[in-house]
C-alpha cells in the first residue's frame, strides 16, 4: 500500500509529470541540464528527482559532481502504464538545454 501511494503522490504534480516524459523522451540527463532546461534552481529540481526516484521512475548514476538520471529500467508494469498515459498528456516539456561546464 504504501508503495502504491509514494507512486501516486510522485505523480500528483505538473512539474514532475515533465520532468518524467523530459527523461523518457531525452533518455539519461544530468541535473544541470534539467535545471537549465526547466529554468529552476538546482535545490528545486533536486527535491522533484528525488521523489521521482523514491517512487522507484527514476535511477541515479553519479559521476564526479555530476548526477545522471535515467528511466530505471525494468520498470514494472504499474510505472511503464503511468510512463505511457504521460505521453499522452498535452504537457509543455522545454527543449533540451545542456547547463553542464566540462570540467
Same mark, same amino acid.
Given at each position: 500500500?504504501?508503495?502504491? /501511494?509514494?507512486?501516486?503522490g510522485?505523480?500528483?504534480?505538473?512539474t514532475?509529470?515533465?520532468? /518524467?516524459r523530459f527523461?523518457?523522451?531525452?533518455?539519461? %540527463? #544530468?541535473v #544541470?541540464?534539467?535545471?537549465n532546461s526547466?529554468g529552476?534552481?538546482?535545490s528545486?529540481?533536486?527535491?522533484?528527482l528525488?521523489?521521482l526516484?523514491?517512487?522507484g521512475? /527514476?535511477k %541515479?548514476?553519479?559521476?564526479?559532481r555530476w548526477?545522471?538520471y535515467?528511466?530505471?529500467?525494468?520498470l514494472?508494469r504499474?510505472r511503464q502504464s503511468?510512463l505511457q498515459?504521460?505521453?499522452? /498528456?498535452?504537457l509543455?516539456?522545454?527543449?533540451? *538545454?545542456?547547463?553542464c561546464k *566540462?570540467?
Open positions: 500500500m504504501e508503495n502504491f /501511494l509514494n507512486t501516486i510522485a505523480i500528483n504534480d505538473e514532475r509529470l515533465k520532468i /518524467l527523461i523518457d523522451t531525452i533518455g539519461e %540527463v #544530468c #544541470c541540464d534539467i535545471e526547466f529552476m534552481i538546482q528545486r529540481i533536486s527535491r522533484h528525488k521523489i526516484k523514491n517512487a521512475f /527514476l %541515479v548514476d553519479r559521476r564526479g548526477a545522471y535515467s528511466i530505471r529500467m525494468p514494472d504499474f503511468i498515459e504521460i505521453s499522452f /498528456l498535452d509543455d516539456i522545454p527543449k533540451f *538545454n545542456t547547463g *566540462n570540467e
